[in-house]
């Protein structure tokens, strides 16, 4: 993946465009593959091959972008309520040839709609217990929650995971300063 153009030109997009639409704090290249890119990829081992992925607050793209590439029969609905940002993704998509869905409002609205994911993907954002649930909700039997937290955020979302029964899997990401939890529905799970 490192050698894929397109990879090259979402970061020449996501520096063109940071100023007006505040997609990231990475301060150049080298800090977004290492912080940004490189932990994403840590979330291969979770991911299914082909299925529906949710990515929620999907801000400047990642994990969704490298994720991606490493993925492509993976379709991909990226929830992201800031209008700027949302324009972005839709750029990213559209230049990149990505199975992407940008739906610019939050993921709570996205969740009325009762679908089902494969998996869910967030990364930077800590959502209220109930958003949580909900998005646990959703996953198919055998789907994952995939998470990247840190600091004083991490037990607690350890915590909410194990509170709704998922499995976890922890991935530390120190080159980000993250942890990646991976919290999997149990397959065979009653209304799941």
Do not use: H, Q
């Amino acid at each position: 993946m490192e050698n894929d153009p397109r990879l090259e030109a979402y970061l020449d997009l996501l520096f063109a465009w940071n100023r007006a639409a505040g997609l990231t704090a990475f301060r150049g290249r080298s800090e977004a593959l290492e912080r940004g890119v490189a932990p994403s990829r840590r979330a291969l081992p979770f991911l299914p091959e082909e299925g529906r992925v949710l990515d929620v607050g999907s801000g400047g793209g990642i994990p969704a972008l490298p994720l991606s590439l490493a993925r492509p029969r993976l379709s991909w609905v990226l929830a992201e309520p800031a209008p700027a940002k949302a324009v972005f993704l839709e750029e990213v998509a559209r230049r990149l040839g990505l199975p992407w869905e940008v739906r610019p409002r939050p993921v709570e609205e996205v969740l009325r709609g009762k679908e089902r994911w494969r998996a869910v993907t967030l990364r930077g954002i800590f959502p209220r217990r109930g958003t949580f649930r909900k998005l646990a909700a959703s996953l198919e039997p055998g789907g994952v929650l995939l998470l990247w937290t840190g600091g004083d955020r991490l037990e607690a979302c350890r915590g909410i995971l194990l509170g709704m029964g998922l499995s976890i899997t922890e991935c530390p990401c120190p080159e980000a300063g993250v942890v990646l939890l991976a919290g999997r529905v149990p397959r065979g799970t009653p209304g799941r």
